[in-house]
């Protein structure tokens, strides 16, 4: 039985961007599921590709195996573990929050009540870096590992269980990971300046291109654009649309929208705020505001520190940037600014808590709760409303380089099948001669 799943010929070079918009819908409402019964797969050849289909899947179900990249280095290695990652029920109601939070030593990842602060799971076995976690559409959490090797995997956790369910192996080590709101695609930057373009449904990688000469070390994404920044301190604006239409991407003048390098040193963190505007922050000690609609940059403004962390206040034009100072410096946006000068004036304040840097932040929904994450070790939880201090949590050990803040989602699942014995097509005609 063929898998209901696109395959990669959906995706060719002829495929109109209507064909994609309907892909992207079409896949959101599908569910992350590997299969309980695996098998050896290797990717093959572009001309090979259209050979029967008996191992894209069985019983509805994808059957993958560890395969190792071409000679070109254009696929993906992927090892499940054998267990389906199914979106379990989760372990809130849909309505609560969870703070989750990950360090870059292998303590793995803990997860509080965002209201009540009580513990809710600690997932082993993740070391992080900073940006390289991600949550996909509250159905899973999927963690890129910092390695100093070639390759290092992608662990993905499901929300009731502490153990890794399913491993994938990418052909270079994944500086930074997101995924769309839906949780259709996951979007990786490597060490090499490359991304990643994944389809969560099947984990195929559907395109990959050079972005920038340095790491990507952060992205961001609204609507059909994606934002990358890289050590190199360059940020680029991608339109989805175009790099996924092989014959687009071929007569575009630049396979990106706009490039901006005004930072004169690596790019931390970038946030999108209502799709137009976009905030960057850098070791040059600035954050700059730019106009994605019109490729400039509307404002600079220096720091008394490096920031290495910023997330948008959802109720209004203000950010919030975490210092390796410890403080998180209250700023605002000032869009209607046009000036290029830099204008430390912006600064309305800052929350000082943390005893070490302030690596990552997240905001609650409504904007009423700020999660900082630091490296003294330690979670807290701020009420912007008072800029007090609600809750702490400290984290197993080492520093902490990523929080999210995720609504679980609840997800009727389909009941296991039973193991059966996959016979290639090829074989099953052989048999028969």
């Known amino acids: 039985m063929l898998s209901p799943f696109p395959t990669r010929a959906a995706l060719s070079s002829r495929t109109k961007p209507w064909r994609l918009l309907s ?59 054998g267990q389906p990652l199914l979106p379990a029920a989760p372990m809130a109601p849909p309505s ?11 303590a793995g990842v803990a997860a509080w009540d965002l209201r009540t602060g009580a513990e809710a ?17 509250g159905r899973f959490l999927a963690a890129a590992q910092a390695s100093a090797g070639k390759s290092a995997p992608i662990y993905y956790y499901q929300w009731d269980k502490p153990q890794v369910a399913v491993k994938s192996f990418p052909t270079e080590p994944i500086r ?33 291109w050079h972005a920038h000469y340095l790491d990507v070390r952060c ?26 239409d092989e014959l687009a991407r071929s007569e575009a003048k630049t396979p990106y929208l706009y490039s901006f390098n005004q930072h004169a040193l690596p790019v931390t963190d970038i946030a999108c705020f209502h799709g137009e505007i976009a905030v960057s922050s850098s070791e040059d000690r600035t954050c700059k505001i730019w106009n994605l609609s019109e490729g400039r940059m509307l404002r600079s403004i220096s720091f008394p520190a490096i920031i290495d962390s910023i997330v948008l206040d959802p109720r209004s034009h203000i950010f919030y940037a975490g210092g390796r100072d410890g403080k998180i410096y209250v700023t605002a946006m000032g869009v209607d600014v046009t000036s290029k000068d830099s204008d430390d004036s912006s600064i309305l304040g800052a929350l000082d808590d943390h005893s070490k840097g302030v690596t990552s932040l997240a905001s609650s929904t409504d904007g009423l709760l700020l999660v900082s994450g630091s490296e003294d070790g330690s979670v807290r939880v701020w009420d912007t409303r008072t800029q007090q201090v609600t809750r702490k949590f400290k984290h197993s050990q080492g520093p902490v380089t990523n929080v999210l803040i995720v ?18 097509q090829m074989e099953k005609l052989n048999h028969k001669l």
């Open 23 to 81: 892909l992207s819908l079409s896949l959101s409402l599908s569910c992350f599921c590997p299969p309980d019964l695996v098998h050896r797969r290797r990717r093959p050849p572009a001309a090979a590709a259209t050979q029967a289909a008996g191992g894209r899947g069985f019983e509805g179900r994808i059957v993958w195996q560890p395969a190792e990249a071409t000679q070109g280095g254009q696929w993906t290695r992927r090892c499940w573990t």
């Open 96 to 106: 609560q929050q969870l703070v989750f939070a990950a360090s870059s030593t292998d």
């Open 121 to 137: 799971i600690r997932h082993r076995l993740c070391a992080s870096r900073p940006r390289a976690l991600a949550a996909v559409a």
């Open 176 to 208: 930074a990971l997101i995924a769309d709101p839906e949780g259709s695609y996951l979007i990786g930057g490597g060490v090499s300046g490359d991304i990643f373009f994944w389809e969560v449904a099947t984990g195929e990688l559907l395109v990959r």
């Open 219 to 244: 992205l961001a994404l609204y609507d059909l654009l994606l934002v990358s920044g890289s050590e190199d301190g360059s940020i680029k604006v991608w339109d989805l649309i175009t790099m996924l």
């Open 407 to 424: 609504a679980p989602k609840r997800v009727n699942l389909p009941p296991l099948q039973p193991r059966v014995k996959f016979v290639p």
